[in-house]
């Protein structure tokens, strides 16, 4: 991962060094963008960075941080953007939202939005990846589950890795086991009885971002992610499946957000605009990177149980507007009923 | 130069440290007194929630023990090494330096990871055990508090080893010779000459690997995993997943105001001993 991130550094300082050659003229532009540590990083500097310093002579530097880490950098600036573009999911998306760090947004000023299903720009950013929720799991080890049920009986339960409601994906994911159970979006009562049942014999209860490495490792065999990561583990030689549960896969879109007082608002309106190009959704859909395109005239990879973005609409989403009052409460008591 | 300018060489860090840590922290205790972050109201609430709620104190006293743990552990292993130290050739001695330094030269992430490979289920204990047929089934270490009191004494071994060794080793061999002629046993010369002596160095290393061990996040989270609870962690989620600050702040308060009163106390032990 790390050789993959240093090639493309390399790349893009080699492009700074060949700029004298390149087109003439016009001034180049500045601009930062928040993305994710890992993939998003890699895959962004890789395939975006370049064609953006190409075709708008905009040259993007990367902030790698975690949707949360971006909220809580962006709060702790007190209005001084320490980035023009955030990066988010659903639940710190409604944050941002809330805690006002964005910029109104302005889908007019996307050339490419046509390529965007509808609804996928609002008053407030524009969607630029999807993503699909559902269950990993090693077929050497397991069988493959056949929904969320499944994880708690005990040939599923020992080899599970849970993780808590600090992600989008880890919330969607518990959210769906507490419906499986009779409980709701807003009832977790009938999961949490579930949970201290089998946290005994659970084989690991960790940080998202440690959840890749467990199962690589082989301390878990079981848990619930998104298609990416299975392609991605897939990719570098792990035994990996993806199941879709028998109610359904969650599905969710990553959105792209312009922070509030950005002195680059042009720029970061034609990154954007870059991103969910088809050429870069193309590329980014296929190996090495996987992401799942919101572009529709992108055809999603093989792992992704979707032909196009348009069938999101079958899949399992969430109202985070009644959710992220909720997930502050269920964060702690994830904790209590874990513990010890 | 003249004695009274003398503290004027510690001006640029005194400025520094007011800077960048007094300032901050100051800014740390307003916030645990405030309603938000943004300080706008006074208010008890952060410190209620930190100190009137049991799974909270609860945290607490598990950070306070495991750093208590890692030092007891790290005690055990380096005193040995050091007395080795002592008696050893340079050869041997320049060998046992770099031994304790060696850990300090990889990051601590790159160390944590390594220790989920070596505790994990499929990891090499776990196959060594289940090779050499000692254990049927893969043994649970990897998120256990003994498995992370186990690399946390890997990973904290330098900070408790390099300040034993620079104390024993400036303790003149004459004396051992002195209390074994004077009919002194080993273990008589260890306990009056040598640990009195080395008692500096003891209680230094103690510190600095309580207040390591007590406050290491990354390897807290990542191989103590979700079931032990510390409160570094839930400084960390209090913070950035669930915005609460002045929650945050008293707990980040709690947990250094605790250290820093176990090596208050620890300090004020080497004191005692020392004149005693």
Known sequence: MNAIHRR???????????????????????????????????????????????????????????????????????????????????????????????????????????????????????????QVVGIAYNPTKVAKPAGWRDLFRPEYASRLGLTGFGTTFGTISLIEMAKSLGGSEANMDPLFAELRRIRPSVAAVAQPAAMAGLFQQGQIDVM???????????????????????????????????????????????????????????TLAAAPYFFVPVNKEVTPGEDVPMRSIAEISNFVSHDWAVINPLRAGWIQRFNREMAG | MQENGVWRLALPLALAQALFFLAPLMLLVGTSFATDENLTQASLRAWRDMLGD??????????????????????????????????????????????AILPLLTSV????????????????????????????????????????????????????LLPLIAATARIDPALLDASVSLGGSLLRTLRRVVLPLALP????????????????????????????????????????VVFDWP?????????????????????????GARHA
């Open chain 1, 8 to 130: 493309s550094l390399l790349a893009a300082s080699l492009g700074t060094a060949a700029l004298p050659f390149g087109p003439a003229g016009a001034q180049t532009t500045a601009m930062t963008a928040a993305v994710y540590p890992g993939g998003w990083d890699e895959a962004l500097a890789a395939v975006l960075a370049p064609r953006l310093r190409q075709q708008s002579n905009i040259a993007v530097s990367f902030d790698p941080l975690f949707a949360v880490d971006q909220i809580a950098k962006a709060r702790a600036a007190r209005g001084t953007p320490p980035f023009d573009v955030f990066v988010l999911d659903p639940g710190p998306r409604v944050s941002g939202i809330d805690f006002g760090l964005f910029e109104p947004f302005d889908a007019t000023r996307l050339p490419s939005r046509g390529v965007l299903p509808d609804g996928y720009s609002d008053a407030h950013g524009a969607a630029v990846a999807a």
């Open chain 1, 224 to 282: 619930y992610t998104n298609t990416y990561t299975v392609t991605l583990l897939r990719s570098r030689g792990v035994p990996i499946a993806f199941a879709v549960p028998e109610t359904g896969a969650a599905a969710f879109v990553t959105t792209m957000h312009i922070a509030k007082g950005s002195r680059n608002a042009a720029s970061a309106y034609t990154y954007i605009d870059t991103m969910i190009s088809t050429p870069v959704q193309t």
């Open chain 2, 201 to 240: 160095g003891l209680v230094a290393g103690a510190t600095l690997v309580f207040a390591s061990a007590a406050t290491a996040f990354i390897s807290q989270s990542v191989i103590g995993g979700g079931r032990l609870n510390y409160l570094p962690a839930q400084v960390w989620q209090q913070a950035m």
């Open chain 2, 109 to 160: 992430v790159v160390r944590t990871f390594s220790w989920i490979v070596i505790l994990g289920r499929e990891g090499v204990i776990n196959s060594a055990l289940i090779w050499s047929g000692l254990a049927t089934s893969p043994v649970a270490l990897l998120q256990t508090e003994p498995g992370l009191i186990l690399a946390l004494t890997q990973i904290e071994m330098p900070l408790m």
């Open chain 2, 247 to 271: 929650v945050a702040a008293a707990m980040a308060l709690t947990l250094m105001g605790s250290v820093l009163m176990v090596a208050g106390a620890l300090s004020l032990l080497g004191r």
């Open chain 2, 54 to 99: 049991s799974f909270n104190i609860m945290s607490l006293l598990n950070t306070l023990r495991l750093g208590a743990l890692a030092v007891v552990a790290t005690t055990l292993l380096a005193v040995p090494l050091a007395l080795l130290h002592m008696a050893a050739g340079p050869r041997l001695k320049r060998i046992i330096l770099l031994a």
